[in-house]
T-cell receptor, first 114, second 115 residues
Framework: ETGVTQSPTHLIKTRGQQVTLRCSSQSGHNTVSWYQQALGQGPQFIFQYYREEENGRGNFPPRFSGLQFPNYSSELNVNALELDDSALYLC?????????????FGEGSRLTVL | DQQVKQNSPSLSVQEGRISILNCDYTNSMFDYFLWYKKYPAEGPTFLISISSIKDKNEDGRFTVFLNKSAKHLSLHIVPSQPGDSAVYFCAASAISSGSARQLTFGSGTQLTVLP
């Protein structure tokens, strides 16, 4: 059984740039959620993808966008990076959208915006 | 507006003793509550959950208690082991926009179990 994998693990960008983070879901899982974890805080829900469409969104601006592919892998794109976007970005997979909350998380992509 | 709060950033206990981690929430729409454990350089891993219709759920050394009237839940670890040292996140689950089930996390408690 392959777990959730994310890439890259670390990256540094400058303010105003764009970034793409990638996630492969655990085998058998068809739903991907993205979370942002700022330093010293808990993860915050960005959005969820199911059947290649956004299925729910947290309190994040439109410059945060995503994609899900037919193999259930996913991308998170952030445009016009701001300093406050520096965080650990976590991808989590599950089966179905009404899962009670047991998610399988990857190790995360740590983004630093200078 | 923090809907899920963990007021203790850190907790130290002696090996073999009980660890009690606490969590408070404000949103009555939450219907599942979960605890996740996180080691450095790893993603959070699911530990235990409880439905809002129950007041206790047990899994081995881990027990979660839910007090709906007080909007409070706690995680008990008995006996505590050094390998339990990690950051513990309380999370609450509700259906958000669309049909997505969204987790709202607390800020975490660093548990250190001393040998």
């Amino acid at each position: 059984e392959t777990g959730v994998t994310q890439s890259p693990t670390h990256l540094i960008k400058t303010r105003g740039q764009q970034v793409t983070l990638r996630c492969s879901s655990q085998s058998g899982h068809n739903t991907v959620s993205w979370y942002q974890q700022a330093l010293g805080q808990g993860p915050q829900f960005i959005f969820q993808y199911y059947r290649e469409e956004e299925n729910g969104r947290g309190n994040f601006p439109p410059r945060f966008s995503g994609l899900q592919f037919p193999n259930y892998s996913s991308e998170l794109n952030v445009n016009a990076l701001e300093l406050d976007d520096s965080a650990l970005y976590l991808c989590a997979s599950s089966f179905g959208t009404l899962n009670t909350g047991e998610l399988f998380f990857g190790e995360g992509s740590r983004l630093t915006v200078l | 507006d923090q809907q899920v709060k963990q007021n203790s950033p850190s907790l130290s206990v002696q090996e073999g003793r009980i660890s009690i981690l606490n969590c408070d929430y404000t949103n009555s729409m939450f219907d599942y509550f979960l605890w996740y454990k996180k080691y450095p350089a790893e993603g959070p891993t699911f530990l235990i959950s409880i439905s809002s219709i129950k007041d206790k759920n047990e899994d081995g050394r881990f027990t979660v208690f839910l007090n709906k009237s007080a909007k409070h839940l706690s995680l008990h670890i008995v006996p505590s082991q050094p390998g339990d040292s990690a950051v513990y996140f309380c999370a609450a689950s509700a259906i958000s926009s669309g049909s997505a089930r969204q987790l709202t996390f607390g800020s975490g408690t660093q548990l250190t179990v001393l040998p």
